[in-house]
């Protein structure tokens, strides 16, 4: 875990070396020292002191996609404070602890995460706490990005209990997306713009594409997950939450079609994001669309209070991939 950003960089088999998460073809740097005119490598928008750092598992509080300009201007950045604010770090033999003070969203912010000897299971336990005298309508996501070498083209398989689903209202990547925006739709076939559809459970194969998903979790089901597998590794990586907590899962796909700086046309990502909202937008469009499908799309932190969510992450070998994970 990263001391600034407070990134889970690596979930690895040590025996294979296999690590899921993304690590950035971009050299990193801490999110304090970025500096738009020194920097310019990664860009210069409320984003880039973001992409300076982050890598890998990125907690995405109190806000999940961009800042206001008038908050921008205040400092905010793309995600909220919790992906570039300091934390201290603690540790023992099994368990790690993280804190961190997010002072524009008026929060405190401790996560726990626990890997008990010779298990494959990580569990981990997020508090958030309210220091204001308001409730607080906030997003509240965890960020999971997948990157090669186990994410390769055409070969990683995926599986989650989606239900309703829905393409990102605005063209995500530039040209380069092959899903038709703002389409409806049930897991895990997407609309192409024309005609058709595509299976999101497999990579893509297409030389360059990006674009934005969001899936309803099955309702009758207590917990939700998703799955990615490495027909070539052998892996198999996975997340598994309380479905209350986290409704909605987003599938953010990057293939080499952002072509700005620090992306560069470069980059193969597939984020696997569980969280309380279904899209990536300010606070604002998030209080004003309040929902999809009928569900909320913020959660409530009531003043003076605390919030706790506990989920886990596991990495095994397997021979395929299940239709679900074992305890979901």
Request: net charge neutral; aromatic share 10%.
């Amino acid at each position: 875990m990263l001391v600034e950003g407070g990134h889970i960089a690596e979930i690895a088999d040590r025996k294979s070396g296999v690590n899921p998460l993304w690590l950035p073809p971009w050299p990193s740097i801490e999110p304090s020292t970025y500096d738009a005119a020194k920097h310019p490598a990664y860009g210069g928008d409320s984003e880039s002191k973001l992409l300076a750092g982050i890598m890998g598992h990125n907690l995405c509080l109190d806000i999940f996609g961009g800042p206001s300009d008038e908050e921008a201007a205040a400092g905010l950045t793309v995600h909220g404070e919790a992906s570039v604010a300091p934390y201290t770090i603690s540790s023992s033999e099994s368990e790690l602890t993280a804190r961190a003070d997010l002072p524009i969203a008026q929060l405190k912010l401790e996560r726990r995460i626990k890997l008990a000897r010779g298990s494959r299971k990580v569990e981990i336990t997020e508090t958030v706490e309210n220091m204001s005298g308001s409730d607080r309508p906030i997003a509240w996501t965890e960020h999971v990005t997948l990157g090669p070498p186990f994410l390769e083209k055409g070969v990683t398989q995926f599986r989650a209990p989606g239900t309703r689903s829905k393409v990102f209202e605005a063209e995500f990547t530039g040209a380069a997306g092959y899903m038709k925006t703002g389409a409806e739709f049930d897991w895990p076939n997407v609309p192409r713009p024309g005609g058709g559809t595509m299976d999101l459970r497999v990579y893509t194969t297409a030389a360059s594409s990006g674009g934005y998903t969001t899936h309803l979790m099955d309702p009758h089901r207590e917990r939700a997950f998703f799955l990615a597998f490495s027909p070539t590794s052998k892996t198999l990586f996975g997340y598994i939450w309380k479905r209350t907590d986290f409704p909605w899962l987003g599938i953010w796909e990057e293939n080499r079609g952002r072509t700005n700086a620090p992306w560069n046309g470069r980059t193969l990502t597939r984020g696997l994001e569980f969280g309380a909202s279904p899209m990536p937008e300010t606070r604002r469009k998030m209080i004003e669309r309040g929902g999809i499908f009928g569900v909320p799309g913020f959660r409530w932190i009531p003043a003076k209070s605390k919030v706790r969510v506990d989920y886990f992450a596991f990495l095994e070998t397997a021979e395929r991939i299940p239709e679900e994970p074992a305890g979901a």
